[in-house]
Every structure is written in C-alpha cells, then in structure tokens.
C-alpha cells in the first residue's frame, strides 16, 4: 500500500505541496483542544498496515509538540508500520550545550523525545553549529535537506547585480553556496551577540560594491536582530535598503518591526514555516528525502 502523509494543524500547504510531488494520498485527522485546553486529537484516514509521514514544522514547539505526540502514538496504535516526521524547521537546535551550571541541554532532551516516537525524521538545515551532523544527538534515521541551492536560484532570477552577504561567520556556509548558485560575490561579516535581543555586527568594506543590490542571507530570520544589525550598517554605508533572504521564517514578536525600523528592503524566505515572505517553495527539495526514508529504506531491509 502507498504511503500516506498527515498534516498537524497550519500544515496544509505544504503536505500538500508535498503530496503532490510524491504522488501519495494527503490524509486527515483532527486536531482541537478542549475547553480546558487539553487536545483532542482522531486519524481520520485509514493508516493501519501503511507507512506515515506527519508534516509539522516546529517553530513554537512547545504548543506543537503534544499533539504531535499524540498523533503518532494514535497512529502506532491503529496499526501504522511505520511513523516518520516531516518538520521542515527544527526546533530546539541551539541549547546543545550546558553553558552555565544546572542548565538543560534542550538539543539533546529534544532529541530523545523524537526519536523515541518517530520511526524517522526528515528536516530542512537543522541550525548544526557546534554538532556537526543530527545523528550526533538523534538515534532515528534522519535527512537533511539544503535550501541553498533554491536560495541561489531564486536570487539569480530576480535580483540584479547582487552581492551576498553573511551577517555572521556562522552563516558564511550559507552565503558561500548561495553566493556560487547566483554568480555573484559574497562577503561574512562579524557578529557579537551581547544578549538574546542585543547584537552588534561589523561590516568589512563594502565601499566597491555600492553598486550592488545587496542579500542579506540567514538560516533563520527569529527576533531579526541579527539581520536588522547587518541592514541598518548597509544603509549607513550608504547603500539601498538591502534585501533580506531567510531559510527559516520565525519571526518572534517584533521582528518584523525591526527590520522595518532598520531599514530593510524586501524581506523573502522559503516556505518552511507559513509566513507572509514565502517565496520560495521547499516541498521539492524534501520529497526524495521523505520517499527515501518512508518506502525505500523499507522496501531495500533484508527479509530474515
Ligand atoms: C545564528 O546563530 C543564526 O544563524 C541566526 O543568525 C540567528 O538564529 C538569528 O537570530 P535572530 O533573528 O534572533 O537574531
């Protein structure tokens, strides 16, 4: 039987988007809370004896998570041979580390709750900073999808002359890749991150490329201090209001008040998670990934 994906609530669009490129059937369930605020949660599709995806991408995790959870516990119980997670944005990437005495290490607490109820994961750049790959604190198979090479194309097609630019030496893997996709020059510049609202970011010369529209590129757009740093130096070099390239839309309370405020152009990210910047679509990225994990490697196990 073909497999079939599921969409938490706020995920249609794109397991739509997704279950077009697969070829696979777009099931439903029913997700709502009760008046106490407890959720209230049905599979309405038949799954039993098929291999499920739920799409449910993960910024603001903590009101996601719960009915996740109870989606594929449903799942297991109504006979699903196999339960994967399609979470296009990542949550809880940045806490991997016990930096002061009695911290929780959320990366790694995270992890273990996916892995113990998913089967698989499949997610578009996981913020990977000081781990190097997701199988360091994931025990599930997982997949990791690159929105660069769709960045890049996006730019080269509608922006003209322009010059990308990492706002800080994290991002420089980003910059780079976008930065040969659209034959274009890049530069990194520096960040110093004082607190989670408080950053300051120094630009190398960017005088010989006045001429440029200039990319500001960045895995996730989130309280936008970090882009609205790197704008508001662009435009006091003297240059248009640059435009702001984003994988990963969270957009936490203010953001976009802060790059208005900075002086940002237009703002444009891949529809990872719903935002009105969506404009470069992922679910053709991800669909071999998510084919490779929910059929493949199931269909290619040895049968003892
Ligand atoms: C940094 O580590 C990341 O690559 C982004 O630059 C950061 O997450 C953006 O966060 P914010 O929008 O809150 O400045």
Redesign the pocket.
Request: no cysteine; proline share 6%; glycine share 0%.
């Given at each position: 039987m073909t497999a079939i994906l599921l969409a938490l609530p706020g995920n249609d669009a794109l397991a739509g988007a997704l279950a077009r490129e697969l070829g696979w059937p777009l099931g439903s369930l029913d997700s709502r809370h009760f008046p106490d605020g407890e959720t209230y949660m049905r599979i309405e599709s038949e799954c039993a004896e098929r291999s499920v995806a739920l799409v449910c991408t993960l910024d603001r995790p903590d009101e996601k998570m719960l009915p996740l959870l109870f989606a594929a516990d449903a799942l297991r119980e109504l006979g699903a041979t196999r339960v994967g997670l399609v979470a296009p944005y990542l949550a809880y990437m940045r806490q991997d580390r016990r930096f002061q005495r009695g911290e929780a290490v959320t990366s790694r607490s995270f992890s273990k709750i996916i892995s113990c109820h998913f089967d698989w994961l499949a997610t578009v750049d996981p913020?990977l900073?000081r781990l190097r790959a997701l199988d360091e604190i994931y025990s599930i198979p997982t997949r990791v999808v690159h929105a660069t090479p769709a960045l890049g194309t996006w730019v080269a097609e509608n922006i003209d002359r322009p010059l990308l630019i990492g706002?800080?030496s994290?991002?420089a893997q980003w910059v780079a890749n976008v930065a040969t996709r659209a034959d274009a020059p890049y530069l990194v510049l520096e960040k110093r991150r004082h607190g989670d609202r408080d950053?300051e970011v120094t630009v190398p010369n960017i005088g010989q490329h006045r001429d440029r529209t200039a990319v500001i590129v960045?895995?996730?757009?989130?309280?936008?201090?970090?882009?609205a740093a790197a704008v508001a130096h662009i435009r006091a070099a003297g240059m248009a209001p640059p435009l702001c390239l984003g994988v990963h839309a969270v957009f936490a309370s203010d953001?976009q008040r802060t790059l208005d405020a900075a002086g940002a152009g237009l703002v444009v990210t891949t529809d990872s998670i719903p935002h009105g910047s969506n404009r470069i679509p992922i679910a053709g990225l991800l669909a071999p990934a998510v084919r490779s994990l929910a059929v493949d490697e199931v269909s290619a196990k040895p049968v003892h």
């Open positions: 913020h900073h706002p800080d994290e991002s950053v960045d895995d996730i757009i989130s309280s936008a201090r970090t882009m953001a």
